[in-house]
């Protein structure tokens, strides 16, 4: 098993992202309201820190928010879907200011269904 996380800054993507993961088989997902470590400490009042303060400038032209989904799959072949359909709705995840993406093996799983067939 494993857990996909994905950091997403453009959120107009989220959509087709979670319409992508339905058509390839992946069953649920979980989406977080998120903000990054230098946009919250560049939009903080009473920021002392001279660095994120000459990025304000920055970060208030780019979005403030993203969204985080994470997805626990159970095998790497719907992983590997996942990722793909992933990259099919977003393009190049390297590109600046797209998001993360990363997976974590996962040991054990508690209160997901188990699988009937």
Known sequence: MHI????LNETEYLDD???AFVEVGVKG????????MASAI???VNRQIPLFGSL???????RPYNKTVFTVVESQELLD????????????????????????????????????K
């Open 4 to 7: 996909l996380f994905l950091v």
């Open 17 to 19: 992202i979670l319409a």
């Open 29 to 36: 997902a979980t989406i977080l309201d998120s903000q990054g």
């Open 42 to 44: 560049a939009s903080n």
């Open 56 to 62: 304000k400038s920055f970060l208030d032209s780019s």
């Open 81 to 116: 879907k996942a990722i793909n359909a992933i990259n099919s709705v977003i393009g190049d995840i390297c590109k600046p200011g797209i998001g993360l993406m990363f997976t974590v093996p996962v040991g054990n799983v508690y209160g997901l269904p188990k699988n009937t």
